[in-house]
Every structure is written in structure tokens, then in C-alpha cells.
T-cell receptor
Framework: GAVVSQHPSRVICKSGTSVKIECRSLDFQATTMFWYRQFPKKSLMLMATSNEGSKATYEQGVEKDKFLINHASLTLSTLTVTSAHPEDSSFYIC?????????????FGPGTRLTVL | QQQVKQSPQSLIVQKGGISIINCAYENTAFDYFPWYQQFPGKGPALLIAIRPDVSEKKEGRFTISFNKSAKQFSLHIMDSQPGDSATYFCAASPRGGYQKVTFGTGTKLQVIP
């Protein structure tokens, strides 16, 4: 149980295009999902917290107009990188608040490797 | 105050040995302390977690030791195996259902045969 999927797992795009990444909780309802960015050999950097049916809360320094987050249902959140540039190339990981007895528990997706040429 | 400091940055352990990773925090509001294991190109996976009302939690070869007064916690991997080679992140979050998790900087563990 508590499986989170991401799609696509890997995407290569041209500079200036937009890319959408999907995050799904497969066997539980997730009222809260989180989006992280991870640079090579670095820790996870929280980008935003996404609550179903409301606007995402972005961390300081994260451009909300560039990284559009939508949490349309209890099992799906999407991250759209708009007008992507090479500096947006990174590993993007989502997580979902788990269904278990502890509300702190997060389950992570497998990540999406974005490469912007 | 939100930081979680993790050490060492990298660790090489002989197969069968004990791997020890340490973390320290400042925020006394932290109430939940998970450890995550991450393999290259994959998302982190929850390994084991502890709350401050206990000083130790063991699951198989993995043990968390927690020192509330020192605000430190550590992960011990007993009988380390090459398959344990991965990056390990400690983390912490405050009490409350919707609090974000603060991650440590990560430790790259290599278990050599």
C-alpha cells in the first residue's frame, strides 16, 4: 500500500517549452502533496505544498508563475514547468501525505528527470 | 532553527560491519524523525521513523537511537550489506498533520564486499 507514481519518469524538452509532470497516489487519498527538487548529490529542496482544491503554498524563492501546481483531486497533483530553460534541468520528486496513523508520514514518487536543451 | 545537520557526508563500511549516521536538530517543535533511503535515480523511500517519546526503535537490521536532551538522533545499520549502498537522509517535522518535513544533507553509504 501507499504507492505514489510519477509520470513521465524522464523528459527532454527544448528551451522555452512547457512540461507537465503528474503525481498520483495509487491506493490512497492524499489531501496534501509536496513537490521537491533535487540537484545531483544534494538533498531534497521543498518547492511547494499542494492541498486538494486550494492554491499551492510555495517556498521562499520558488517562482509560482514558473512552477504551476494544480491539485485537482485527492489522487492527482501536477507540476508544470513553464517556459523551461536549461537551469530548470533537475530531478523533480513528489510526495503524498500517507494514510497511516501518523499524519507526518510522506510517501515519495520515483521522481522525474527533466532535461532542458 | 529549521536545519537538520547530518554527518558524515559519505561513509564506507565493510560488509558485515555497522554503519552509523548521525543527525542533530535545533527546533524543539520537531516531533517526528524519519529516515529515508534513496537509490540513484529513484525517489526516497521511508526506512524507519521515531517519535521523541522513545529512545530507540529497531526494525530488522535498522535501529534509530534518539537523544531528546541532546537533540540528536542516529541510524545504525547492523550487518551492513552491499545492497544497503545508497544515500540516506534523516529528516524532522513538527507536531501536526500538515507540517512540512526538513531533510538533512544526506549521507552516501558504500558497503564494500
Amino acid at each position: 500500500g501507499a504507492v505514489v507514481s510519477q509520470h513521465p519518469s524522464r523528459v527532454i524538452c527544448k528551451s522555452g517549452t512547457s512540461v507537465k509532470i503528474e503525481c498520483r497516489s495509487l491506493d490512497f487519498q492524499a489531501t496534501t502533496m509536496f513537490w521537491y527538487r533535487q540537484f545531483p548529490k544534494k538533498s531534497l529542496m521543498l518547492m511547494a505544498t499542494s492541498n486538494e482544491g486550494s492554491k499551492a503554498t510555495y517556498e521562499q524563492g520558488v517562482e509560482k508563475d514558473k512552477f504551476l501546481i494544480n491539485h485537482a483531486s485527492l489522487t492527482l497533483s501536477t507540476l508544470t514547468v513553464t517556459s523551461a530553460h536549461p537551469e530548470d534541468s533537475s530531478f523533480y520528486i513528489c510526495s503524498a501525505r500517507g494514510p497511516g496513523p501518523t499524519l507526518n508520514e510522506q510517501f515519495f514518487g520515483p521522481g522525474t528527470r527533466l532535461t532542458v536543451l | 532553527q529549521q536545519q537538520v545537520k547530518q554527518s558524515p557526508q559519505s561513509l564506507i563500511v565493510q560488509k558485515g560491519g555497522i554503519s552509523i549516521i548521525n543527525c542533530a536538530y535545533e527546533n524543539t517543535a520537531f516531533d517526528y524523525f524519519p529516515w529515508y533511503q534513496q537509490f540513484p535515480g529513484k525517489g526516497p523511500a521511508l526506512l524507519i521513523a521515531i517519535r521523541p517519546d522513545v529512545s530507540e526503535k529497531k526494525e530488522g537490521r535498522f535501529t534509530i537511537s534518539f537523544n531528546k536532551s541532546a537533540k540528536q538522533f542516529s541510524l545504525h545499520i547492523m550487518d551492513s550489506q552491499p545492497g544497503d549502498s545508497a544515500t540516506y537522509f534523516c529528516a524532522a517535522s513538527p507536531r501536526g498533520g500538515y507540517q512540512k518535513v526538513t531533510f538533512g544533507t544526506g549521507t552516501k553509504l558504500q558497503v564494500i564486499p
